[in-house]
């Protein structure tokens, strides 16, 4: 449940995808734009996957530390690319969201 991510808790959290393989830290925190709360994450997923992917945290939880997503290293591996040094357009979270399965982009 996504209300339960506050935004300095979960940075420089480890990410574990859905079989329980470590998929790196949380880079980039991205908030909804109209509540302000935490929705996506970055994650570099390591040495040779370049750049860091967006990951949901619709469906994730939280466990001290660690956020558990409900996707496998290859999804995110191979989702959309988008800058995550940039903020996240409407465009760009409508084909993560469609990629993702979530629906219509908020």
Do not use: C
Request: hydrophobic residues 35%.
């Amino acid at each position: 449940m996504t209300d339960a991510f506050v935004l300095h808790q979960i940075q420089g959290s480890n990410v574990w995808a859905n079989d329980g393989e470590r998929l790196g830290l949380v880079g980039e925190v991205h908030l909804d734009r109209g509540t302000g709360q935490p929705v996506w994450i970055t994650v570099d997923l390591g040495l040779f996957d370049t750049g860091e992917h967006y990951v949901p945290l619709a469906a994730a939880r939280r466990d001290g530390q660690d956020i558990f997503v409900n996707y496998s290293k290859d999804q995110i591996s191979d989702s959309p690319g988008a800058n995550p040094e940039n903020p996240l357009s409407p465009e760009e979270e409508a084909v993560l969201m469609d990629y993702y399965g979530l629906g219509t982009a908020r």
